[in-house]
């Protein structure tokens, strides 16, 4: 049986890639997306989240109305920006995303995620890149996703698998975090996947499309409720 000179090696580099993608979205991976809620607590808290249906019906919101415009799509052109190593680019970018956090909760999430990513990435096998640097001098602080999409870059992902593995990861935590607030049973989450399953796909499709205009964030609900989650008597989570 004959095999295309080097054809071994693009599977193992394929196969590579996949791994580190599995490992960027999982919920193990060091940056402490288990201790959020994003809102989800409070939404809780004030009965607007009871049931496996409720809980399904919000984070598809969530998903259609705040990823699929505003992470996602950031995401994808912070990815095309690593690649050739655009510093202004990448700068607006993580500036925009900042400003679409409404809240103070909301904001240090996704800082205190998008450090913790780059202290992972400085300890792995990524650590002389330059780009490292970069990020790390993005003024405020790196944000999640533009972190994110620069693991994926020295991953040697494409996008539309990158914003996959970034969207999945997000589900997995948040139905982490429903079994623990609404609280639901580990089928009903594992139900509550299956529906997230079924709409992340379009909804990355619709963010490879979205051009910088089109990019919005506007989700007032989410960003009450995360107001009143910094004064919540009691708290499970760190949004």
């Known amino acids: 049986m004959c095999t295309a000179p080097g054809a071994g090696m693009t599977t193992t580099n394929e196969a590579s890639t996949q791994l580190q993608l599995m490992w960027l979205a999982s919920p193990a991976l060091p940056v402490g997306g288990f201790s959020y809620s994003e809102g989800l607590e409070s939404a809780v808290e004030g009965g607007l989240v009871r049931t496996e249906a409720h809980t399904g019906d919000w984070l598809l919101a969530q998903l259609q109305l705040g990823l699929a415009r505003c992470d996602l799509p950031a995401m994808a052109q912070a990815m095309a920006a690593w690649q050739v190593h655009d510093g202004p680019r990448l700068a607006a970018l993580n500036d925009w995303l ?3 956090r409404e809240t103070a909760e909301l904001r240090a999430q996704a800082e205190q995620m998008g450090r913790s990513l780059l202290d992972w990435l ?6 002389g890149d330059p780009r490292l640097a970069t990020l790390a001098t993005l003024p405020g602080a790196p944000l999640w996703p533009t972190a994110f999409a ?6 040697g992902a494409k996008p539309r698998a990158a914003l996959l593995a970034f969207a999945w990861g997000w589900a997995e935590n ?13 089928a009903a989450a594992q139900r509550v996947l299956a529906r997230l399953m079924q709409a992340i796909p379009p909804a990355v499709e619709a963010a490879l499309q979205m051009p910088d205009e089109a990019r919005q964030a506007h989700a007032p609900m989410l960003a009450i409720l995360s107001a009143q989650h910094e004064a919540q008597y009691s708290r499970l989570f760190r949004s």
Do not use: Y
């Open 150 to 155: 620069l693991a994926t870059v020295l991953a």
């Open 122 to 127: 400085r300890n792995s096998a990524h650590a």
């Open 98 to 100: 900042r400003q679409t």
């Open 174 to 186: 948040m139905a982490q975090a429903a079994m623990k607030a609404v609280p639901l049973g580990q």
